[in-house]
């Protein structure tokens, strides 16, 4: 069976530059569609008509943070299944076991090297297995 | 080549980074301070301030190294991770604890400091150049990435209370004033910063033409090759003659009007770059398509291309391009037809096309011509005459575009194509369902001042606020003459809460400056409504719910802003006996 592929990304990241940086290292050199949002609840309200195939989320946001948001966004019965992705500057081994065992595919370590972001995603889609 | 264009804006991106540091820095240290035992007292619970600290220090290591500083993000972390609650709360551990914290930090501010000397040149200036294109923003609005923070100028001005009112007043322009009483002492003070200009009085207690000899003759070094305004009380013709000989870019006659000279200082010091050309590319080889593209861009100048000529009418509405590129001969459309097609809109009789093909016979050349087409060049085509051509007919187009689309005392878009705009940028806001806010704004008993000024002053005031406009909204905002003292302001994604706080500010910016009308001084303000979309969804309704905030505004005291809210909910607008919307 093809993998799909991956096109659309939704991306929560509350401070600008980052979004910004993002932006263009997914949009531009990676070619995805990227939507991003601030917050927990915008995500929330954004995710089901968006449709992503894959959703990054910062860890650490005022309000919601990433953890809550993935399981607010699991009880969404489109995106159930959808591959999330923590970005966060933990990456200690049992953190990333944490991570798994809250849902997530994998995690993405802060600070994020722009040029290199668009494929650390496309490997872990790639990895992510049927 | 277009990594190299990221590249640049991931630079643009790392000064901003940069210029934010100190005041994070400031708000860290300050948290910081207060966690220690002594402060405790006074104030915030120590686990707040620690949340604050610990807040800031988490933002600098996720996004140091983003920028190019993974020093900094590794400093940060450790201090992070120092500034989670401690486990054991007995007084030794917290003892411990808070000598780590501060050692973190001490170290974190050296790293800090050495990024910043680094680019210690840049930090002065606090250049943005990085386009907003990518930018993906909240509804709450972000500041403009091309806003300065501290665009210095120079003022040598004998006459202190001048001086002080210049600094002032240029101040609301977005510019900072360092004052000097004489040309020495600038001489001798200036040592640190390179300002972007320098404003010079001619005559000084030394001598009359003290200011220009100095900048003609015997400037210092470190202020060579700086833009020089020349301001004096004098505009007899050897006044004037010895400032072009000291190479002045202007001479500004005592009274100075602000507005003038803060748009001079603009154009000297680069501030508003004329918008970058746009191409609409029609093209059925992709490949080709995207190599003109790339081509123009690298001159940076905006491209768009279709390789269907079906879909001409979303891109043409959207991007507005300043010209078009057209292959003549297409597999579902002949170019000729679909110029034709193009100039049967009249906002696009005047946009220039230009053909692009392998055609060689001169009878079909000419027949292009003939059917609305301002140039043709053939395939295969070097790019720097691509480029060349293109340039020099936009330039062309846009001079003359601009005598049908602006207002010619404001500089602003007429009320046509304020109006049309609007519609086009309506239509954008509903298919990327994105907030507009639409403003009406009304100088406050203009006509007393054309009736106590004349009329020419009345002018003078129209152009300051429109400057004062342009300088202050956004890239993306539109802003129209609407009528005689009335103007019109689009603000692309934005909601009238964020409308409401930058006109709030704009409103009493404006209402302190002060306008010059011979010996007499006065000042100025306005009245403004606003309302939104989505709470207004169509032109009509959208202008009249702004109007009539416009109205309340007026109604309630003039010098004031009024947000009209959505239809369902109460407002003095909706009740009935209220006047009738667009009733002007």
Known sequence: MMTKQLQKILYVEDEPDIQTVAAMALESLGGFELLICSSGDEALAKAPSFAPDMILLDVMMPGMDGPTLLKALRSMPKLTSTPVVFMTAKVQPQELAHYRSLGALDVIHKPFDPMTLTDQVRDIWRNKGD | M?????????????????????????????????????????????????????????????????????????????????????????????????????????????????????????????????????????????????????????????????????????????????????????????????????????????????????????????????????????????????????????????????????????????????????????????????????????????????????????????????????????????????????RQQPTYVSVPIVFLSCETRQDKQLAALKHGADDFLTKPIHADELVSVVKSRVSRARELRGRMDYDGLTGLLNHSKIMARLEVELARAHRLDRPIAFAMLDLDRFKSINDTYGHAVGDRVLRSLSHLLQQRLRRSDIAGRYGGEEFAIILTDTDAAGALRTLDELRADFAQLNHVAGNHEFKVTFSCGIADFPSYNHTD??????????????RLGRNRIEVTPPIDSPSPANKPGAPMPGAK
């Open chain 2, 2 to 342: 277009a990594n190299e264009r990221l590249t640049a804006q991931i630079a643009a991106l790392q000064k901003r980074f940069l210029a934010q540091l100190p005041e994070k820095m400031e708000r860290l240290q300050a948290a910081i301070a207060k966690i220690s035992s002594e402060d405790r007292g006074a104030g915030a619970k120590p686990e707040s301030v620690r949340a604050t600290a610990r807040g800031i220090a988490h933002g600098l290591a996720g996004s140091g190294g983003t920028f190019g500083f993974p020093q900094i993000s590794e400093t940060a972390r450790v201090l992070e991770s120092e500034l989670h609650p401690p486990t054991m709360q007995d007084a030794i551990n917290h003892a411990i604890n808070q000598r780590k914290i501060e050692d973190h930090l001490t170290r974190l501010q050296h790293v800090v400091a050495h990024a910043l000397d680094a680019d210690a040149s840049l930090i002065d200036e606090c250049l943005i150049s990085s386009q907003s294109t990518y930018e993906e923003e909240s509804t709450a609005r972000e500041p403009d990435l091309e806003e300065d923070s501290r665009r210095t100028v120079f003022l040598v001005e004998d006459d202190t209370e001048l001086a002080s009112s210049i600094a002032l007043q240029l101040g609301h322009f977005g510019y900072k004033v360092h004052s000097f009483s004489s040309p020495a002492d600038m001489r001798d003070e200036s040592d640190a910063a390179r300002p972007l200009a320098i404003l010079m009085d001619i005559g000084f207690p030394e001598g009359e033409f003290a200011g220009t000899s100095f900048i003609g003759e015997k400037i210092p070094s470190h202020l060579k090759d700086i833009p020089v305004l020349f301001i004096s009380a004098r505009g007899d013709f050897k006044a004037r003659l010895e400032a072009v000989r000291a190479g002045g870019s202007a001479y500004f006659r005592k009274p100075v009007e602000i507005s003038a000279l803060a748009a001079t200082l603009d154009s000297v010091t680069k501030r508003v770059p004329p918008m970058p050309f746009r191409v609409l590319i029609v093209e059925d080889d992709e490949s080709i398509a995207e190599l003109y593209a790339e081509t123009l861009r690298s001159e940076g100048i905006e491209a768009e291309f279709i390789t269907n000529p079906g879909r001409i009418c979303q891109p043409l509405a959207e991007f507005s391009p300043d010209l078009i590129l057209m292959d003549l001969y297409m597999p579902e459309c002949d170019g000729i037809e679909l110029a034709s097609l193009i």
């Open chain 2, 541 to 554: 309704t959208l202008s009249a719910a702004a109007d009539a905030a416009l109205y309340a505004a007026k």
